[in-house]
């Protein structure tokens, strides 16, 4: 069902107005990628343009990240109550405006609220994108699913093309701020899907394990990645394993590796249990990083982080279908996976700047080594709770 301002014409079927919607998702998602991978490029230039180390630049992430979690609390429920598109659309112009300051602010603590308010409108299109999706095409969304983290990777890889081949940050950072408005634009005119039985499921109780595990295995899951992502450009300079300029492309190539990887999970997920695709994907990232803690060289540190990149790139969007089959997936219980998001985003990162300013920069691969052993760990948890809690429903039939 649909509400909003403009409602099916005669000449517009259901499911084309249901393409145009997803399609602005799409963009959406685009957006996203584009401000999450800007900060990790441009890491050195904003210590240098705010006078900080790199211990204290490192807070940047923790703003992010806490402004993304305060705003889990909210938009859950405002998605699950109210026409979910102005709201979104809102959000991604207030995003491009943070995205627009960002550069031109030359004290830390006032750079820390710029990306406190950027972490509020983060949570607000990573929830709603990843609800609204599902009412829009219900039990058929896999696929829409998997490319929707598709085209967050695509903003991923082009944000920092941008970065590297525009020769100003300030220039660089407004441009990322205006490719924000064509999703907010196309959303804006689209009517707002509202979940079928929010009558029944919007303020039901749901298993609070089974969400906790979850919301934990989302904890360290994206700490790592947002610790690779937002560590790895100063890392190959620091080890001198790539210039500036080789590091952002490298960067680039990353997110490349995350693109690809999407297109190949959309196919995947048709014949594979998204146990099986996660296991596998946490397998590859593990010995993608024992590679390159064996191998500190320039070579392998490309082979190894595309690896890495690859291999993560499923692993999202095949949660999130994970939880759909054990879970009825509401705003609410999103926010909550995205308050396990938040929380890795803001801690991780954060200890590792503190890392990397005590001199041990080659301690990244190592940390991050630990953490999937930690994921590994909490996957089977979960594995092992849900089959008990199928166990038992098939004996209580």
Known sequence: MLVGRIGLSGSESEGLLNNRITVGYYLSFISLGLM???????????????GSSL????????????????????????????????????MLLVM????ALTPVVSLLWMLTGVFFVM???????????????????????????????????????????????VASLTGAYWILA????????????????????????????????????????????AGGILTMGGWLVTYARELDLASKTTATYLYAGVMGSVVVGRLVGIPIATRFRPKQI?????????????????????VILWVGVMLHGFSAASVFPTAMSYAGQQLHLTGNITSWFMVGVSLGGMILPWLMGHVFEAGHADWLMVCLAL???VVLGIFLALNGYTERAIVAKVEVV
Request: proline letters at 6%; glycine letters at 12%.
């Open 36 to 50: 999450l991978n800007s900060l990790g490029p441009t890491l050195p230039d904003l210590a240098e343009q705010t």
């Open 55 to 90: 211990s204290q630049i490192g807070i940047l992430f923790t703003a992010r990240s806490l402004g993304s979690l305060c705003g889990n609390f909210l938009v859950g429920r405002i998605y699950d109550r109210w026409p979910g598109h102005p709201f979104y659309a809102g």
């Open 96 to 99: 491009g405006a943070m995205l």
């Open 119 to 165: 972490g509020i409108s983060e949570s607000a299109i990573n929830v709603g994108g990843n609800t609204l999706v599902v009412w829009v095409h219900g039990d058929q969304v896999g696929p829409f699913m998997n490319a929707l983290h598709l085209f967050f990777g695509v903003g991923g890889f082009l944000a920092p093309l941008i970065i590297a081949g």
């Open 178 to 221: 205006l490719l924000m408005l064509p999703a907010a634009v196309w959303l804006y005119r689209l009517p707002s899907p509202v979940n079928q039985s929010r009558s029944e499921t919007a303020d039901a109780p749901f298993d609070v394990v089974l969400v906790g595990l979850i919301a934990l295995f989302m904890f360290f899951m």
């Open 278 to 298: 996660i296991m596998a994907d946490l397998l590859g990232m593990l010995a993608s990083l024992i590679l390159l803690i064996l191998w500190q060289r320039p």
């Open 371 to 373: 953490n999937m052993l």
